[in-house]
């Protein structure tokens, strides 16, 4: 009896899954999906060239600490690194002393707790501490951004592209969607997914931030730096893991030849 009803099941899920599709596909050639703005004006991220790109790309030191230099003049006042400690900036060429320099001159203090006198207080951080939680005032929280270059398509591009794509609306897009006019408060950015974002431009003028090496300040190249960094932060071990796969990889090799080598000499022929 199983065997009788088992071929039937099989044949009905068959047919409901053709069906179903058919339908779908139906559906879809008659009456498809309106045109909207998000879908005609939202650009593809703008192309990044970083020295960590590619499979023999490594992290430039000295652009990260840049980047860092724009995070924290520019960003930390929104955006949260909570993944990310004190102690992690010797890995792009932080000193120890200025490790500890950077994190007592943080603005926000790590708070303690005394259970003898059940007060609480503020101490200086330590390079062990994370980077504190920015506690946004505003409407909305804006995201942290430790883990931001791997959590949106194109990462670093996508950052770049986000900084610098600031500008009017077309008029193009207002004539052919009326109803889609940014509305007070947002802000027009064809790279980001619906257009209109709460966050203004945080990057707008040349010299905003003066770099420690003498790095011309530009807005093009501090939203490349700060990009650079936030690849960084989102994967520290990104050299090692580089570096350990191209080992991997020539170990498996060798093995492969010597695995040919040796079923060779098992295998030949010994008259």
């Known amino acids: 009896m199983v065997r009788l009803f088992g071929p039937l099941v099989g044949l009905f899920f068959a047919v409901a899954l053709l069906w179903s599709f058919g339908n779908g596909a139906y559906t879809a050639i008659t009456e498809p999906a309106p045109v909207t703005a998000e879908h005609e004006f939202h650009l593809h991220p703008k192309e990044l060239d970083l020295a960590s790109n590619g499979a023999f790309g490594r992290f430039d030191k000295q652009q990260l600490q840049r980047g860092f230099q724009v995070y924290k003049e520019v960003c930390a006042t929104c955006h949260s690194l909570k993944q990310i400690a004190f102690r992690d900036l010797k890995a792009i060429g932080y000193s120890d002393a200025e490790v500890k320099a950077i994190a007592k001159q943080w603005a926000t203090k790590a708070t303690t707790f005394n259970p003898v006198t059940g007060d609480r207080g503020e101490r200086d951080n330590i390079a062990s501490d994370r980077i504190p939680t920015v506690y946004y005032a505003g409407q909305g929280v804006p995201p942290d951004l430790s883990l931001m270059t791997k959590a949106r398509h194109d990462g670093g591009a996508y950052v770049y592209s986000l900084l610098t794509g600031y500008q009017e609306q077309p008029a193009e897009l207002l004539k052919k969607f009326p109803d889609s006019k940014t509305p007070?408060?947002?802000?027009?950015?064809?790279?980001?997914?619906?257009?209109?974002?709460?966050?203004?431009?945080?990057?707008?003028?040349?010299?905003?931030?003066?770099?420690?090496?003498?790095?011309?300040?530009?807005?093009?190249?501090?939203?490349?730096?700060?990009?650079?960094?936030?690849?960084?932060?989102?994967?520290?071990?990104?050299?090692?893991?580089?570096?350990?796969?191209?080992?991997?990889?020539?170990?498996?090799?060798?093995?492969?030849?010597?695995?040919?080598?040796?079923?060779?000499?098992?295998?030949?022929?010994?008259?």
Do not use: C
Not at 195 to 208: E, K, S, Y
């Open 184 to 271: 007070d408060g947002l802000h027009y950015n064809p790279y980001f997914a619906n257009l209109n974002l709460a966050m203004p431009a945080p990057i707008t003028t040349d010299g905003q931030v003066t770099y420690s090496d003498g790095t011309k300040a530009s807005v093009d190249q501090m939203s490349k730096d700060v990009s650079a960094f936030l690849v960084w932060t989102a994967e520290p071990k990104l050299d090692k893991r580089k570096q350990t796969g191209w080992a991997v990889l020539g170990f498996l090799l060798m093995a492969t030849v010597l695995a040919y080598l040796a079923k060779k000499n098992v295998w030949a022929d010994k008259h």
